[in-house]
Nanobody, 124 residues
Framework: QVQLVESGGGLVQAGGSLRLSCAAS????????MGWFRQAPGKEREFVAT????????YYEDSVKGRFAISRDNAKKTVSMQMNSLKPEDTAVYYC?????????????????WGQGTQVTVSS
């Protein structure tokens, strides 16, 4: 049974930082690209960042480039995302997801497994 469990969300002031983590189990982690998505109230789930199987390639949504950094530890089967210079518009539930591919998928439909999400709230 595949499980992705996110942690690290919370409430932070604008300009602050948070680090999200996602622990994976039940899958061959190195067969999967890992991604982070977010969903704000009343909006569709949107792509944030993705990292390939060995951590050698990453891709970001434009609004988070230079502020967020995705990384992975294959030995620990974890993927993390450091979020700096947070803005109120970053407020959302953040989801970790895994896609069985060696590419860098950005569409939610391309991902096979999802975590339950962790809330990030940025106050102004």
């Amino acid at each position: 049974q595949v499980q992705l469990v996110e942690s690290g969300g919370g409430l932070v002031q604008a300009g602050g930082s948070l680090r999200l983590s996602c622990a994976a189990s039940g899958l061959t982690f190195t067969n999967y690209a890992m991604g982070w998505f977010r969903q704000a109230p009343g909006k569709e789930r949107e792509f944030v960042a993705t990292i390939n199987w060995n951590g050698g390639s990453t891709y970001y949504e434009d609004s988070v480039k230079g502020r967020f950094a995705i990384s992975r530890d294959n030995a620990k089967k974890t993927v993390s995302m450091q979020m700096n210079s947070l803005k109120p518009e970053d407020t959302a539930v953040y989801y970790c997801a895994g896609a069985r591919t060696f590419m860098l998928p950005t569409g939610p439909a391309l991902y096979d497994y999802w975590g339950q999400g962790t809330q990030v709230t940025v106050s102004s």
